[in-house]
């Protein structure tokens, strides 16, 4: 008997309907698999071995690297591994670079006022639009010049194709894209890395899925913000030779619970409003091979690390340029940040914040990295953006003015949970070319981050925090 919904359909697709509930879903898998062993016994029977036994090295290392025993040991050990060479490594030559920075900032300065330039434009310049810039290259550019080269040595050696083997059935679980994990691991680095790199999903609603959800990545903008308060409110429980391990700890906490977000929002949306059928993966795992070391560099520093700092210093120079007017311009005696902090200090309590911290995420849209220096600068009402060496001075600045532990909890899940940079939402439109879907990943995520510390905040009060 015909299904009214048949009338006019061709009848091959009919076919393909009924055929499609008797071989199973699978089938496509158990093609493949016949395909590659009907290969394998080929081989076997037009190749002949002499001589000792040739060891397979990469069969090997592939029963290592892809079991289902130590396959995922291995990809967390290798992630906090990253992530502690990145946090640790960094140090000295972000602090190299911002003292080199700032000594030509004080030059620049003190040469504007010889020169007798109006006090406003000096701010404004020096103060504003640099101080921002060089914050921002201080900040982003040692870790990622570690980073990438990292990333980049492991998918030249033929790693990174095993972690999408590993976790594609994750993937598949919440209607995602296997590939959506090495689009994931570009995230770390930079969120607009991330995006960019979903062009290897063929899909284009599994791509789409990957790109909206590439933001619960924590990237390096957001890695100054979760190390203070590790700093602030969890190493300081800690000796400090331990210090350095239990930064790395809270940022791989913080990291597996983007990636659990990840999945459970990418399930969400396969399951609504981008539902659809889950494309096959198949990844053939290519050999094992020695890295280029130029190719490496190449890679890593000209096409990922100097292209995505270009495009935050391009948004970095007018955030850097507002947060000095906020600081200084006053009305009835009183700055526009003070003004602005005071009226979203209602809004921030229902979600564990204050107005302080929301101001300065929205200031500091452009780049993440300038969050805890204008947060620092409103809480000291100054005229510019500060920063504090010292965490047991840093750690007092913020008790005095409120912040307990569930204030440290909800600003670290909001640096997680909320909406992307400039940088990533302008690449976002140019991957997509859709304002609608633009508007969605960044309404999607700080939903969700508002939801989220508005039920920490409720509870912790709820028991008496």
């Known amino acids: ?58 069969a090997v290392a592939d029963r290592i690297f892809t079991s289902r025993l130590t396959g995922f040991p291995i990809m967390v050990a290798l992630l906090v591994g990253v992530l502690w060479l990145t946090i640790t490594g960094s140090n000295v030559p972000s602090a190299m670079l911002f003292d080199a920075l700032f000594w030509m900032h004080d030059k620049a300065e003190a040469w504007m006022i010889a020169a007798g330039a109006p006090w406003w434009l000096t701010g404004f310049l020096v103060n504003g ?49 296997g590939k959506q994990s090495l689009t994931m691991s570009m995230g770390f680095g930079c969120n607009a890395a991330g995006v960019i790199a979903c062009r ?22 957001r890695w100054p913000t979760i190390i203070m308060l590790a700093s602030v409110f969890v190493v300081a429980a800690f000796p400090p030779t331990w210090s350095s391990f239990v930064a790395t700890g809270a940022i791989v906490g913080v990291t597996l619970l983007g990636v659990l977000v990840t999945f459970i929002v990418s399930k969400a949306l ?43 210093c391009v948004t970095a120079a007018p955030a850097g340029a507002l947060i000095w ?15 602005f902090t005071g009226w979203l200090d209602p809004v921030g309590a ?6 302080v911290i929301l101001l300065a995420y929205i200031v500091a849209l452009p780049a993440n990295e300038i969050i805890v220096p204008t947060m ?47 940088t990533t939402t302008w690449t ?15 309404l999607m995520p700080l939903t969700l981050a508002v939801l989220v510390c508005g039920g920490v905040a409720q509870g912790a009060r709820l028991f008496g925090n």
């Open 1 to 58: 008997m015909s299904h009214p919904s048949d009338v006019g359909r061709p009848q091959i697709l009919k076919d393909a309907e009924i055929l499609r509930t008797k071989v199973g879903r699978d089938v496509h898998d158990r093609v493949t698999e016949s395909l590659y062993a009907r290969a394998a016994r080929i081989s076997e029977r037009c190749i002949a071995v002499t001589g000792k036994p040739h060891v397979d090295w990469d």
């Open 129 to 177: 639009v640099y101080r921002g810039l060089a914050w921002v290259v201080a900040v982003m550019l040692p870790p990622m010049a570690i980073f990438f080269p990292i990333f980049t040595l492991l998918e030249d050696i033929g790693y990174l194709p095993r972690v999408a083997f590993n976790v594609d059935r994750l993937f598949r679980w919440c209607g995602a894209h």
């Open 200 to 221: 290897i999903i063929d899909s284009p609603r599994e791509r789409l899925i990957a790109i909206v959800t590439n933001n619960f990545m924590l990237c390096n903008g």
């Open 270 to 312: 396969s399951t609504t409003v981008l539902k659809g059928e889950p494309s096959h993966f198949y990844l053939e795992l290519p050999p094992y091979r020695r890295p280029n070391v130029l190719r490496v560099i190449h890679r890593s520093i000209i096409d990922r690390t100097l292209f995505v700092l270009g495009r935050a």
């Open 325 to 339: 007017i906020l600081g200084t311009v006053k009305v009835g005696g009183v700055t526009l940040m003070a003004l």
């Open 350 to 355: 229902l979600i564990g914040l204050d107005g």
């Open 376 to 422: 620092i600068m409103a809480y000291m009402a100054s005229s510019k953006m500060l920063e504090l060496d010292d965490m047991s001075q840093l750690g007092n600045l913020f008790h005095a003015n409120g912040w307990t532990v569930t204030t440290a909890a909800c600003v670290m899940l909001f640096s997680l949970l909320h909406y992307p940079c400039a």
């Open 428 to 442: 976002i439109y140019r991957e997509t070319r859709s304002w609608k879907w633009t508007l969605f990943a960044n």
